[in-house]
Every structure is written in C-alpha cells, then in structure tokens.
C-alpha cells in the first residue's frame, strides 16, 4: 500500500491510507477544484489547462489590480490589456470596458465581495463573444455564492483573509481539468 506524505495525511487519507472526503462544503466549488500554493499559481494551473484545448493571447483585466495578478499572465507570454475599475456618482464600483474587444480570456472580480450588474453584464457579454471567463475570488471567497455558474474558471488566494503565507482554490467550474493536479511527492521515500 502506498502512504500518503508523512504530515499531510489528515486532509486526504483515513488511517487505512483510503482516500477521505474532508473537505467542507463551503470549499467544495465547481465541477472540480484543487489547492495550489497561491492565487498566482492557480492562475498559471487555468492558463496550462486552457492551453490544452485553445491558444490564448489576449487577457482583459481589471485595472484595479495587484501587480503579483498580472505576473502570471505575463510569465505565460499573454499581452495583457485593462478594462476601467472605479467609483461611479453613486459610491459604488463600475467597469468600462471596450465592449468591441474580444480577448481570449476576461477576468472579472467581484471587489469587497459585491457582485455589481456592471460585473455580471461584463462576464455575460465578455462569455458572449467566445471569451474564456476567470473569476478571481478573493473578495468573494467567503461569500454565499463566490463566482457565476457562467465562468469557466475561478480561484481565490487565502493570504488576504487571515494570518498565513499562501494558499489557494482554484475550479474548473462546468468541466474537469485536462492538466494534473500538481502534486508533488517523494516516490523514493514515500516507497522506502
Ligand atoms: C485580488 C487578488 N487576487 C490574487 C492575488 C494573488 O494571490 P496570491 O498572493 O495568493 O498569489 C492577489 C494578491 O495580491 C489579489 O489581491
């Protein structure tokens, strides 16, 4: 019988070294979801699965954005380009977007948390015209419904919520992934 890793086998494994279902609900997102080391990794995970079945090179982002966001994109060779981010009349957050564009992939955040009908319009035009849709969840993480059944992908880095270095989710939302999971082990010890 194969053991799982000396120090990680209370999330996946029972005693009997089966595989066990620990992972609450709440986490429980999409068709299928993974834990990565970070948001920055979970968007390089969805750019290698796309990259099985489509060639992207255009990504449209939000203009209020991390520099550690775009990184990934760019490490990939995307040409990035940003969509407006700000404070309309009324306090509340909206986007202006070239709607003529069509880049391969949008991705949509739904900032503080707060799903806006500027956001859902933005996904559902941007979905319309054959774009791939991430949503980047760490607003949202916590929230009933943290993305649209309509995306394709979504994650969320954990390090902005609480007291820990890194962490990640990240979904494929309708379908599996085609990459592995990225589960590094060491086969000699582990079989010693
Ligand atoms: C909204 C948002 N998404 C993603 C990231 C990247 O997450 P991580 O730091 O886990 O790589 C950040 C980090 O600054 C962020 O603010």
């Given at each position: 019988?194969?053991?799982?890793?000396?120090g990680?086998?209370?999330?996946e494994?029972?005693?009997?070294?089966?595989v066990?279902?620990?992972i609450?609900?709440?986490?429980?997102?999409?068709?299928e979801?993974?834990?990565?080391?970070s948001?920055?990794?979970?968007?390089?995970?969805i750019?290698?699965?796309?990259?099985?079945y489509?060639?992207?090179?255009?990504?449209?982002?939000?203009?209020?954005?991390c520099?550690?966001?775009i990184?990934?994109?760019e490490?990939?060779?995307?040409i990035v380009?940003?969509?407006?981010?700000y404070i309309?009349?009324?306090?509340g957050i909206s986007f202006k977007a070239d709607?003529?564009?069509s880049?391969d992939?949008?991705v949509s955040?739904?900032?503080?948390g707060?799903r806006t009908?500027?956001?859902q319009?933005?996904?559902?035009?941007?979905k319309?015209?054959?774009?791939?849709?991430?949503?980047?969840?760490t607003?949202?993480?916590?929230?009933y419904?943290?993305f649209?059944?309509?995306?394709?992908y979504?994650?969320?880095g954990?390090r902005k919520?609480?007291?820990i270095?890194?962490?990640?989710?990240?979904?494929?939302i309708n379908n599996?992934?085609?990459i592995?999971?990225c589960?590094?082990?060491?086969?000699?010890?582990?079989?010693?």
């Open positions: 019988m194969k053991y799982p890793e000396i990680s086998e209370f999330w494994y029972d005693s009997n070294g089966i066990a279902d620990h609450p609900e709440w986490l429980k997102w999409g068709k979801s993974r834990f990565l080391l948001g920055r990794t979970a968007i390089d995970h750019i290698k699965d796309v990259r099985t489509s060639d992207p090179k255009t990504v449209y982002l939000p203009s209020y954005c520099q550690t966001m990184r990934p994109f490490m990939n060779g995307l380009s940003f969509y407006d981010v309309d009349n009324k306090g709607l003529d564009f880049p992939i949008l955040i739904d900032y503080f707060y009908n500027d956001n319009k933005l996904i559902r035009h941007f319309e015209k054959g774009s791939i849709i991430i949503e980047d969840c607003h949202s993480l916590f929230c419904k943290p649209d059944s309509l995306s394709d979504a994650f969320a954990f919520w609480m007291a270095f890194d962490g990640a989710i990240v979904t494929c599996s992934f085609n592995p999971d589960t590094l082990e060491h086969e000699s010890y582990l079989n010693a």
